[in-house]
């Protein structure tokens, strides 16, 4: 996993709390009271050598403006180009808290409670941060399953638009788990993807993408695996007629059915199955690093992959018109202009009358 981080001079570095990241609310605020601090950290974590220029390597120097200008090609850019803050009218602050209750609670955040939390007043915006900051849970150079792999699929998905109550299966989607076991007990990373059908050759491709070569599959008695594993992997798998398939894979069944409560608890029913994609890469995220000691860690790890990542515009966020039950309520003009802030006017403090 090459993160910027790790990468400094060279050599694997580990973050290292108080210093790197914070460790709790109280250095947490006092490291983010402004918009400058929040930008010096993502220029820090994009490019912890100095500026260098992403279309020619060089180095540059800063502008009046904030920008940074290379000295090779001239190109010009700022910390928050190109990174899930490009262009956000929220501002940094905002932004930074909105991450460190995301990855410091451990189940993570619907966006109503963000909403309450924050003083959002719409629930777009409080939507778009959450649904952006869930686009930063994959790291690309993430590492692959390995060892012992229980496989399995089992299918999400919510009530078909227009049809009201009944959980159609049609409209469910299926979903390839994968989780390490571990000897002699216990489980170790997950991975999960949605596949447009389950078969011999999704299955396959969703073992290379997750699962390195040579690790040994363990699944239910389903023949495509036959065909999936063939020449890359050993194959396990366990038939087991009569006997419970949760006593086969128990760490694919637990995971799959620890991301249903999750959505039904977390987000109480305002999970939009539309996404399922961004949830599942936040569970797995938020999964594999669940014995992490340090919050504040994770806290990092989302910010470095926050500015590694494209800008995601609100238009690519929706798959299909949000079939939401909470409606945000259009915000007036005068709301709209209003740019969105931590600060409270000081009138507002009753102690000072
Ligand atoms: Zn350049």
Redesign the pocket.
């Known amino acids: 996993m090459s993160l910027h981080l790790s990468s400094v001079l060279g050599v694997l570095v580990a973050p290292r709390a108080h210093l790197d990241y914070p460790t709790d609310l109280g250095e947490f605020a006092s490291w983010f009271s402004t918009d400058a601090d929040c930008l010096d950290y993502l220029r820090w974590l994009r490019w912890p050598k100095g500026f260098e220029?992403e279309?020619?390597?060089?180095a540059?120097w800063l502008n009046g403006d904030g920008r940074y200008e290379?000295s090779?090609?001239?190109?010009r850019t700022s910390v928050t180009a190109g990174t899930i803050f490009d262009r956000t009218r929220t501002p940094l602050t905002v932004w930074f808290h909105a991450a460190w209750l995301f990855s410091t609670s451990k189940d993570g955040i619907s966006a109503m409670a963000l909403q309450r939390q924050l003083g959002v007043r719409s629930h777009q915006t409080a939507w778009v941060m959450l649904t952006k900051l869930r686009t930063a849970t994959v790291n690309s150079g993430r590492e692959l399953l390995r060892g012992d792999v229980e496989v399995d699929e089992t299918f999400y998905g919510g009530r078909t638009p227009g049809q009201r109550g009944g959980r159609q299966h049609g409209a469910k989607l299926p979903v390839i788990v994968a989780v390490e076991r571990h000897q002699p007990r216990g489980f170790g990373r997950c991975r999960m993807g949605i596949v447009d059908r389950v078969n011999h050759a999704t299955l396959r491709q969703f073992l290379i993408d997750n699962v390195a070569p040579g690790s040994t599959i363990h699944s239910d008695g389903l023949n495509s695996y036959i065909r999936a594993t063939g020449g890359l992997y050993v194959l396990n798998a366990q038939p087991a007629p009569g006997a419970l398939a949760t006593v086969v894979l128990p760490g694919a069944h637990r995971v799959a059915s620890l991301f249903k409560r999750w959505m039904l608890g977390t987000h109480q029913g305002s999970a939009d199955w539309d996404h399922l994609a961004l949830y599942l890469d936040e569970f797995v995220f938020r999964f594999n690093r669940r014995t992490s000691r340090y919050r504040g860690l994770v806290f990092l790890r989302l910010l470095e992959q926050a500015v590694a990542h494209g800008p995601a515009p609100y238009h690519e966020l929706i798959v299909t018109p949000r079939p939401k039950r909470i409606q945000p309520t259009p915000p007036s003009p005068a709301l709209r202009s209003q740019t969105l802030t931590l600060e409270r006017p000081r009138e507002r403090r009753p102690w000072r009358n």
Do not use: I
Not at 55 to 58: L, N, Y
Not at 72 to 75: A, G, I, M, V, Y
């Open positions: 220029c279309s020619c390597g060089g540059g290379c090779e090609c001239h190109l």
